[in-house]
């Protein structure tokens, strides 16, 4: 990666006088450091007031942590601890709800979200699995304004739809919100005046990373916490969450509004010459800027993207672990990324990769593997015996790491404490205790830089990170795109950010043939991005 040393473009962002600025920045243009150097110009040129503060808002938990080391490494730890604060979004609703929630006659006790809650309710009414889809759908389509219980009911009711009712019966008799109620309850709460006040007298500034991962719900929320100055960065055609709600179209025409000045970035510091070839083969063509290396020079030669064609999933596997571990055993500090769009693609590359215990590696869709988690699941352990039951442990666990957590905001890491004690009971062998398991768990750091090692995980988890070597395995037909969202233009933008997470070096892959469900082979059309990938490799 070549170190970024701050373009034209860049300085006319960082240093703007305008108090809305919209920052458009594709994958690679240093975007977190961006924002890092915005804030530093904002503090040091005396625009955030003694007694008020700056926030810095992320979309996810891990992308916080990375805004918060950058920001702290410009400012040093004394001013920011006095002039920032960096929330993930989810940290801020819970944040303004604790607070604020008697306010609209909220219980302060209330149980925060996680990901397990609407599927076990769902399993206690009995619901099959279309009417389930239907009903969350439904809840996440009349919790996206700043509507009461009371009206949430009356819209369940005139629908017809008695399981999201009864779904949300069941929710309220537990005092619990769900991810929906929490971001509902935030904007309703700086609907009212006085509380709105409160939160503009405190924040003199905003910057808003990834904007294009928000709802307009969140977008009201964010402009409505502070509005004197606001810094937002993202980029549209990085935009693959609309399946979680996100409004990337929406929020870019309201940011257009909004901001006076718009710098598009187009530099990337992040990516080899060769692998912006390929990124720019997709981007390109569905409107996304062209890119170009800051340093071309810097990466020296040689080849350092192939496109490689098998006659089965098990042949391309096979060759594609033996490709991504040999790079991790010949160069230990370099960080190699296989990468597939869902995970149902990637079966037999993890039954090959099982058996490598030579180099780190991680599967990206552990939970155990979560910074910061497992040192406080080990701590929670402690005293609880081996000689009780794997249930009654697990049991003791949970509850032990769920009063430690009691009253923080931080949803995210109430939500994957549910995930990790699944995979604790899928990893205990039979007669082993929970400290016996945690013992043998390593913990891994992720933040915008993966650690050396080859690492395994899905489109959508890889999106912010970025690694030296790059795997892109399953281009067909089917799973790039998706073979429920053939049509849907997030497919091509979905391929775009699993490219361009290279940093060095790009191997795309497919195979001629793949297993159904069912167990037979089938022939599997090559993607339909596939020819202009291979030429570009």
Known sequence: MTELVADERQMEAVESLDDQVLVIAPPGCGKTELLAMRAEFLVREGRILPGRRLLAITYSKRARDNMRQRIQERLGPELTSRFVTVLNFHGLAG??????????????????????????????????????????????????????????????????????????????????????????????????????????????????????????????????ACTRRGTYVGDPLQGIYSWAGAQPDAVIAALRDRCTTRVDLNVSYRSSPEVLAIVNAVGVPIGATELHAADPSAWGSGQR???????????????????????????????????????????????ELSAVDDVPLQFWDMALDHPGLLTALRTAATGIAATLPLEDQLRMLNERCLHGLAGDDDVDTANILGDAIDLLRQRASEGEGVR??????????????????????????????????VFVIGLEE????????????????????????????????????????????????????????????
């Open 436 to 469: 016996a398991v945690l013992a043998r768990t390593k913990a891994v750091d992720v933040t915008d830089v993966a650690p050396p090692g080859v690492h395994v995980l899905n489109a959508h988890l890889g999106k912010g990170q970025q690694f030296d070597w």
């Open 95 to 224: 944040r303004i709800v604790r607070a604020h929630a008697t306010t609209l006659d909220i219980p302060k006790d209330f149980v925060m979200p996680t990901k397990r809650w609407f599927g076990d309710a769902v399993s206690q009414i009995g619901a099959g699995w279309e009417s389930r889809k239907a009903a969350e759908s439904r809840l996440l389509e009349v919790k996206s304004s700043p509507i009461s219980d009371v009206e949430i009911d009356a819209q369940l009711r005139s629908s017809g739809d008695e399981l999201a009712l009864a779904v949300e019966q069941v929710r309220r008799s537990a005092n619990r919100l769900d991810y929906q109620d929490l971001i509902r309850h935030a904007q309703r709460l700086l609907h009212v005046p006085g509380v709105a006040r409160l939160y503009q007298s405190h924040f003199d500034a905003v910057l808003v990373d990834e904007f294009q991962d928000l709802s307009l719900q969140q977008f009201d929320i964010v402009t409505r």
């Open 478 to 537: 089917g799973h790039v795109p998706d073979y429920r969202s053939l049509e849907d233009p997030e497919e091509a933008r979905a391929l775009m950010v699993m490219l361009s997470r290279a940093k060095r070096g790009l191997v795309v892959s497919r195979s001629r043939t793949v297993k159904t469900k069912y167990g037979t082979t089938k022939s599997a059309p090559r993607s339909r991005w596939w020819d202009q990938l291979a030429a570009a490799a």
């Open 305 to 351: 993207t192939r496109a490689y064609v098998f006659d089965s999933e098990e042949d391309e596997a096979s060759k594609i672990a033996e490709l991504a571990v040999g790079i991790a055993r010949k160069r230990p500090q370099a960080a190699v990324a296989v990468i597939a769009r869902s995970g149902w693609r990637r079966g037999p590359l993890d039954r």
